[in-house]
């Protein structure tokens, strides 16, 4: 059964960091691409961050650019978004995800986790 478990949202000032994680079990993940959305309540859920599992090549959503970092430990089979000089607009539910295709469409992602909330207080 595969599963993806994020954690590491939380509250956190406007300024202030936080490094989420994606757990990833139940079967090898190289070759899927691991991307980082996100939702705001009323807001469609939006992409964040990829990159490749086995590449390690990456890109981000220009509201994102600069400040967050995404990365992956393929041995310990997690994926991370160092997310620095966090603003209000950050606040969401993120989700981490897992496509077989290098895509930032969520319908075409296969597999999510549950989501962990970030909050920035201004």
């Known amino acids: 059964q595969v599963q993806l478990v994020e954690s590491g949202g939380g509250l956190v000032q406007t300024g202030g960091s936080l490094r989420l994680s994606c757990a990833a079990s139940?079967?090898?993940?190289?070759?899927?691409?691991m991307g980082w959305f996100r939702q705001a309540p009323g807001k469609e859920r939006e992409f964040v961050a990829r990159?490749?599992?086995?590449?390690?090549?990456?890109n981000y959503a220009d509201s994102v650019k600069g400040r967050f970092t995404i990365s992956r430990d393929n041995a310990k089979n997690t994926m991370y978004l160092q997310m620095n000089s966090l603003k209000p607009e950050d606040t969401a539910i993120y989700y981490c995800?897992?496509?077989?295709?290098?895509?930032?469409?969520?319908?075409?992602?296969?597999?999510w986790g549950q989501g962990t909330q970030v909050t920035v207080s201004s």
């Open positions: 990159i490749g599992w086995s590449d390690g090549l990456r």
């Open positions: 139940g079967r090898t993940f190289s070759g899927y691409t």
């Open positions: 995800a897992a496509s077989t295709l290098w895509t930032y469409t969520p319908t075409r992602y296969d597999y």
